[in-house]
Nanobody, 116 residues
Framework: QVQLVESGGGLVQAGGSLRLSCAAS????????MGWYRQAPGNQRDLVAR???????NYADSVQGRFTISRDNANNAVYLQMNSLKPEDTAVYYC??????????WGQGTQVTVSS
C-alpha cells in the first residue's frame, strides 16, 4: 500500500496559484516532520518547505513569502499553498515524512509546471 499520496500538481501560468496536498498513512507511525521538496531535470532534490509536529516551519529563500506550508495532524496530512508562481518553480514536487532519525518516507512526486 502506498504510504504517502500527493495531489494538486498541474500546469499554471506565471502569477497563478496551486495547492499541493499529501496524505500519509497512519501505519507509518508518529510523524515528526513533513515537508515538500522539488527536483528539476538535472538538479538535486531541494527543500521547499517543512513543518514540524509543533508547528515550526522552514522555507527555502526562493519561496519565502510566496509559499505556505500547513499541517493537519488529525488527518496526517500536509499542504503547500503556492502563490505568485514563477517559471523557475517548475519541478517535480515530492512530499516527505520523517518518523525517526533514519526513517523517511517519500511520495511519488507531482509535476508542477509554470508557464511564462
Amino acid at each position: 500500500q502506498v504510504q504517502l499520496v500527493e495531489s494538486g500538481g498541474g500546469l499554471v501560468q506565471a502569477g497563478g496559484s496551486l495547492r499541493l496536498s499529501c496524505a500519509a498513512s497512519r501505519s507509518i507511525g508518529s510523524i515528526n516532520v513533513m515537508g515538500w521538496y522539488r527536483q528539476a531535470p538535472g538538479n538535486q532534490r531541494d527543500l521547499v518547505a517543512r513543518i514540524f509536529s509543533g508547528g515550526t516551519t522552514n522555507y527555502a529563500d526562493s519561496v519565502q513569502g510566496r509559499f505556505t506550508i500547513s499541517r493537519d495532524n488529525a488527518n496526517n496530512a500536509v499542504y503547500l499553498q503556492m502563490n505568485s508562481l514563477k517559471p523557475e518553480d517548475t519541478a517535480v514536487y515530492y512530499c516527505g515524512a520523517m518518523t525517526g532519525p533514519t526513517r523517511w518516507y517519500w511520495g511519488q512526486g507531482t509535476q508542477v509546471t509554470v508557464s511564462s
